[in-house]
């Protein structure tokens, strides 16, 4: 396998776990965030497998891409404020350490994916 799609693939798959990425408890806490890793997840499927198969140019699928981690970076921020505290009232780091991870992660694709011509994530390759 070469350099470029391990490094294509190692992209992918971090874009994947920034989406992902919740503590368990933050479900019991809100159960209405259970929607959001699908949703981003199939966004996300949509995206790239409509980019590989010519169902829109790379650059718009590279877009695309960039939109749902930016999208994850904003509802993650937007729940950050509200649920920082449990019900005990305590903080929860946890959730805390998490979110921000899982934004970091997100911030490092979309700038990775803006470094990269739209060509280059594509899986199969377009002479």
């Known amino acids: ?15 994947v776990v920034a989406v992902v990425l919740y503590p368990p408890a933050f479900f019991r806490q809100a159960p209405q965030v259970g929607v959001l890793p699908p949703a981003l997840l199939i966004l996300f499927v949509l ?17 695309s891409l960039i939109f749902v981690q930016g999208i994850n970076i904003v509802v993650r921020l937007m729940m950050l404020l509200s649920n920082l505290k449990n019900a005990a009232g305590n903080w929860d ?35």
Not at 1 to 15: A, C, D, G, K, P
């Open 93 to 127: 780091w946890f959730l805390l350490i998490f979110q921000v991870v899982a934004m970091a992660l997100s911030w490092y694709t979309m700038t990775q994916m803006e470094k990269r011509l739209p060509n280059d994530l594509l899986f199969n390759v377009r002479n």
């Open 1 to 15: 396998m070469s350099n470029q799609r391990t490094q294509l693939i190692v992209l992918l798959v971090l874009q």
């Open 47 to 63: 995206a790239l497998v409509a980019m590989n198969n010519e169902w829109m140019t790379a650059p718009v699928g590279r877009s």
